[in-house]
């Protein structure tokens, strides 16, 4: 049986971080929402060969355990003592370690893939239990909805939909290791945002109050190494955008705008220092 799923780009409307466990890890207090931009996942299982295969179009991916989508297929198979093999084909368009949580996304359409195909009938926050094991973003990719996330990922409360926003996302070609940036936080020094406002303005679905709320914590750990992130920032806060700020560790940069005719504005000003730019709607 073959299963495609899409498996959206997540953009972090503000991120923030109390404090650190025990294990070393970041308790996140984090809003996220889903763009319209997509890699497709397709899920196909079969007897022979009882392995699991990855292919991807892109170069830069590892195609064996490594591979987030590999890890999913991994867990879900010996956690149900499935002997299928399971080949599974990524057709790549979220930007690689760029902070959109595109491995997440894909682990995630893995596993609401293959719950479908086994009949599994695990109900989303089941799925969202299980994704954790992979990473911290993969609970929330089961769902995709504008939500409140704390924990280490797994405590996820959907909030109302928002209303019809776009964005404007912009990859310069800079890499940013998200575990590197994760080491450097030094909790006495952050600037703690106000996501108790911003949830009570989003919850009264008043977008444009919500977005004086919005914003990174870890913008300055990243922007101290590449300053020109927060020169794309500016730049799209003085062509108009509503907000713009850095997605997960970066180094991607998104703006929120209320009309089309804005972000398409961004767009076009921004495309001649960084040509990976899109335009799409929030899921
Ligand atoms: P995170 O912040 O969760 O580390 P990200 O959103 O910045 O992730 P991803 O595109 O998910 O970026 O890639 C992060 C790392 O995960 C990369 O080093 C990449 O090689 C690895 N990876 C494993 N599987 C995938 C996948 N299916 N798609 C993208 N990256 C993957």
Same mark, same amino acid.
């Given at each position: ?18 404090? @650190? ?20 996942? $397709? ?5 022979? #060969? ?24 991994? /867990? ?53 239990? /299980?994704?954790?094991? /992979?990473?911290?973003?993969? #609970? ?9 996330? $704390? ?8 909030? #109302? ?38 949830? *009570? ?20 750990? $990243?922007?101290? *190494?590449?300053?020109?992130?927060? @020169? ?47 335009? *799409?709607?929030?899921?």
């Amino acid at each position: 049986m073959i299963v495609t799923e899409k498996a959206p780009a997540k953009l972090n409307l503000s991120l923030d971080t109390p404090m @650190r466990y025990f294990d070393g890890s970041p308790q996140w207090d984090m809003v996220m929402v889903s763009a319209d931009l997509a890699d497709y996942v $397709t899920v196909e299982t079969h007897r022979r #060969p009882a392995t699991i295969k990855v292919y991807t179009n892109s170069s830069f991916l590892p195609n064996d355990q490594r591979n987030l989508a590999y890890q999913a297929a991994h /867990i879900l198979r010996s956690r149900f003592h499935c002997k299928d093999g399971v080949t599974i084909r990524i057709k790549k368009q979220i930007p690689v370690a760029a902070g959109l949580g595109g491995g997440s996304s894909d682990a995630a359409a893995v596993l609401r893939a293959l719950n479908n195909i086994w009949r599994l009938g695990l109900s989303l926050s089941e799925l969202a239990k /299980i994704a954790l094991t /992979i990473d911290s973003d993969v #609970p929330y990719c089961i769902y995709n909805k504008l939500a409140h996330i $704390t924990g280490h990922g797994e405590k996820i409360e959907l909030l #109302p939909p928002q209303p019809h926003y776009w964005a404007v996302i912009a990859k310069q070609k800079i890499s940013v290791s998200t575990p590197q940036i994760l080491r450097q936080i030094n909790y006495e020094k952050l600037h703690h945002l106000n996501n108790e406002a911003l949830l *009570v303005k989003l919850k009264e679905e008043d977008w444009q109050a919500a977005t004086k709320y919005m914003g990174n914590v870890l913008e300055p750990l $990243t922007m101290n *190494v590449y300053p020109e992130i927060g @020169r794309l920032k500016n730049k799209m806060k003085e062509l108009g955008a509503d907000v713009a700020q850095m997605s997960g560790t970066g180094p991607t940069v998104f703006a929120i705008c209320h009309t089309e005719s804005r972000a398409r504005r961004i767009q076009n000003s921004i495309r001649g220092f960084c040509r990976d730019v899109h335009v *799409v709607t929030l899921l």
